[in-house]
């Protein structure tokens, strides 16, 4: 059992977790060690480029421009936060990156696919296969178990049913709810909703996983144990995690965070509080 609230957990990798875990995981576990301490973003380890965006939505005869000439790059095993204003345009950009939607120009490349390229056929499925998604209000079936609700991600995948077995119980136990998987949404609280949230999320051992306002719905101590869930993720597993929130105690949690402004990121501010006023491109930039 994993007690997230332990300074020094290390959830994975055990021999228990390797063996059940099926060669996606096991290479993402093994991977993880490096992610710590890697000095961030030198260009060639960048997963998330993006290049001059523009976001605009048609409203009648208007446009409204939500993002513009927007550049950004993520590292691999990044924890990066997104803030700003309401309005300012986080969300539009998360989905963005996750694929949920397309840009009016520029590009996106994820791991060294252009998404901003795809069919929507092709991003439904990229998705599915790369993303991982934590949202507010969890969105968990309520008629589904815990267990359940963390196999869905894997009904879209080729695997057979013991093959999803293996990856929910390893979500689930990742979390902290291995003891919960029988149980419905509502019968847990909304940390441990939230928890089964993120397993769902990282079922699928995805490439990026994206998480909008993860925190908005939580007391205090149910979000400090979900961002120490999140920071496992990535400084054991070497998970990619672009978290928006309007939370300053949540940002602090990421490795860096950016702050957008009617559609341009405006600040950049690293763990140790170094600021960087926009000017250039944020992030994994060589210059
Ligand atoms: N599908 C859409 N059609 C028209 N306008 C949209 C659409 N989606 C977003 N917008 C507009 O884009 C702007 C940015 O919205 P977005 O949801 O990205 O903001 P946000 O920074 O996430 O705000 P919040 O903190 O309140 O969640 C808003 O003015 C919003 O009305
Ligand atoms: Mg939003």
């Excluded at 013991?162 to 509502?186: F, S, Y």
């Amino acid at each position: 059992m994993i007690d997230i609230n332990h300074p020094n957990i290390h959830p994975v990798p055990n021999a228990d977790h390797a063996n059940r875990y099926p060669p996606g995981y096991q290479t993402a576990f093994n991977n993880s060690a490096n992610s710590a301490n890697t000095p961030l973003s030198p260009v060639a380890e960048a997963i998330v480029r993006v290049q001059d965006l523009y976001k605009s939505f048609s409203r009648g005869n208007e446009e409204i421009v939500v993002l513009q000439k927007l550049s950004l790059n993520v590292a691999r095993g990044e924890f990066l936060a997104l803030m700003g204003p309401s309005g300012s345009g986080k969300t539009t950009l998360l989905n963005l990156i996750a694929g949920l939607d397309q840009p009016t120009s520029g590009s996106i490349f994820v791991a060294d696919e252009e998404i901003s390229a795809m069919s929507e056929s092709q991003l439904a499925r990229w998705r599915t296969r790369s993303v991982g998604f934590v949202f507010q209000f969890y969105y968990l079936l309520p008629v589904l178990t815990a267990y359940e609700n963390v196999e869905l991600p894997l009904l879209l995948l080729p695997l057979t049913k013991e093959q999803r077995k293996r990856q929910v119980l390893t979500a689930l136990d990742l979390v902290g709810l291995a003891n919960r998987r029988d149980h419905r949404p509502g019968q847990l609280s909304g940390g441990q909703q939230q928890r089964v949230g993120i397993a769902r999320a990282m079922v699928t051992d995805p490439t990026l996983i994206v998480a909008d306002e993860p925190t908005g719905d939580l007391d205090s101590k149910s979000a400090v144990e979900i961002l120490n869930m999140m920071e496992i993720l990535c400084t054991q597993l070497n998970k990619t995690i672009i978290m928006v929130t309007h939370d300053p105690h949540a940002a602090e949690r990421a490795q860096r965070t950016l702050h957008l402004e009617k559609g341009r990121l405006v600040l950049e501010q690293d763990k140790k509080q170094t600021a960087r006023v926009a000017g250039s491109d944020f992030g994994a930039i060589s210059s």
